[in-house]
């Protein structure tokens, strides 16, 4: 198997020099899978067994800030907070320090803000690791370029790949063992009327993570199905995007995330990530189509929904959902 370390050490074979910063900034905004990665080929590396497609969050992500610390270990603060090393949310940050740490006794104070409601469980460990990538190429200028960001990004967080660009994002599976054929590549297209909404119906934690969850997905007897299904989907995405087809695009889109959910429900143990709030919005947005309103959703590996529309139809959505949080992907990017 092929490690974490020995991918690191390729992509900064030509890049180590000496001059280092004392701190560096970043900002990587939060992705939304409109064509969902489920399964690891290799779970080391975080290579899936097929490509993805999703749509970044404008101004919606996490700013982190890497500093070298005065202590004898890493000191993360989330939203302000010191966060216990002992911690799940730490230990990830602390492995992939280690990975670009110059030596054993060097540690680093990690700060990150991220402006993403919390508990709407959009993936903000994909603009966390997006982010601190882009920070640490700062810090050790090291110049990489951005697929390369997406590959390291992506040793993190699988979906943190996707988090290096805005707008649409594809993430090229890749057939490679070490995965330097793994990681983002912007869909240049630009659909400045489409909206995305942030749908939150509930704060609980989610009872399992999608990277515990995601172990157990070539267990379902329709794994097989799945990865039939993402490939005709994402083709069809690409070409609802280029013609501007929102009903296609949106249709697609929803399929997508219910066949996603088939196949975690129908893996062993099962998982269920939909609670019944989840299934009234799901209701709802179903009768508001039947009356006509374009509107679709998406749901990641959790309770929340993510409502696609078009610009036009802005003020029909916001009375159906007052509180959803509206998000104009291509308009006012940082
Ligand atoms: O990258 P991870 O391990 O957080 O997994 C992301 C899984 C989904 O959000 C459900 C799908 C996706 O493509 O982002």
């Not at 590396?45 to 404008?58: E, M, Q, V």
């Not at 460990?125 to 050790?140: D, E, Q, T």
């Not at 390369?148 to 090229?172: K, P």
Request: hydrophobic residues 45%; glycine residues 4%; proline residues 4%.
């Amino acid at each position: 198997m092929i490690s974490k370390h020995h991918v690191v050490q390729k992509i900064l074979k030509n890049h180590n020099n000496l001059n280092y910063f004392s701190t560096a900034s970043a900002f990587a905004p939060a992705n939304i899978a409109l064509c969902k990665y489920w399964g690891k080929r290799d779970a080391e590396l975080n290579l899936p067994y097929h490509s993805s497609f999703s749509l970044s969050l404008g101004k919606l992500g996490v700013q982190t800030t890497i500093s070298f610390a005065q202590e004898d270990h890493d000191i993360i603060i989330s939203n302000n907070q010191m966060i216990a090393q002992e911690t799940e949310f730490a230990q990830r940050i602390i492995e992939f320090l280690n990975l670009i740490r110059p030596n054993k006794h060097t540690y680093f104070q990690i700060q990150s803000t991220a402006n993403i409601p919390i508990a709407a469980g959009l993936a903000s460990s994909a603009a966390g690791f997006a982010a601190l990538v882009k920070a640490c190429n700062r810090l050790f200028n090291w110049r990489l370029d951005k697929q390369e960001l997406s590959i390291l990004a992506r040793l993190g967080s699988g979906s943190a790949c996707r988090s290096l660009w805005h707008g649409f994002v594809e993430w090229h599976a890749g057939l490679a063992h070490d995965g330097m054929d793994s990681y983002g590549e912007p869909f240049t297209v630009q659909w400045p009327e489409l909206r995305i909404a942030i749908l939150i119906v509930s704060s609980q934690p989610k009872n399992i993570s999608s990277r515990q969850a995601m172990k157990l997905a070539s267990d379902s007897p329709f794994y097989h199905c799945w990865l039939t299904k993402v490939e005709t989907d994402l083709t069809a995405i690409k070409r609802n995007i280029l013609n501007q087809e929102f009903l296609l695009f949106g249709r697609t889109v929803e399929e997508n995330a219910l066949a996603m959910h088939a196949l975690i429900q129908t893996s062993w143990p099962p998982i269920q990530y939909t609670l019944p709030a989840t299934l009234a919005a799901i209701q709802k947005i179903w009768q508001a189509r039947e009356q006509g309103l374009a509107l679709f959703f998406t749901q990641d590996a959790g309770a929340n929904l993510q409502l696609l529309f078009l610009q036009q139809d802005t003020l029909q959505v916001q009375a159906l959902f007052p509180t959803a949080q509206i998000i104009a992907p291509f308009l006012n990017v940082p």
